[in-house]
């Protein structure tokens, strides 16, 4: 069983900044395939950010330009570096790992609002 913690969530003003993390507590860390989703009040979850174990990432059109998801497989990390946040970015953010199987984190908050 792989856990997944998330971190760094929190209030922000828009056009600020978050970076978010997800430790992994796996040493096979470097062979999964690392993705970014986020739920907003009364919607589904959807997918932000995915990379791939040799580092190929993708992004949903709404964030592509303003996040940044990368990994550091020293630290069985995963980021989402989030800048230019808007209103609707609003949502718990959730990290998930695929390899074998795929396991989730609890989520973090964000909150966009002045």
């Known amino acids: 069983q792989v856990q997944l913690v998330e971190s760094g969530g929190g209030l922000v003003q828009p056009g600020g900044s978050l970076r978010l993390s997800c430790a992994a507590s796996t040493t096979g860390f470097s062979r999964y395939t690392m993705s970014w989703y986020r739920q907003a009040p009364g919607k589904q979850r959807e997918w932000v950010a995915i990379?791939?174990?040799?580092?190929?990432?993708n992004y949903a059109d709404d964030v592509k330009g303003r996040f940044t998801i990368s990994r550091d497989n020293s630290r069985s990390t995963v980021y989402l570096q989030m800048n230019s946040l808007r209103p609707e970015d609003t949502a718990v953010y959730y990290c998930s790992g695929s390899w074998a199987s795929t396991y989730w984190g609890q989520g973090t908050q964000v909150t966009v609002s002045s």
């Open positions: 990379i791939s174990s040799s580092g190929i990432t």
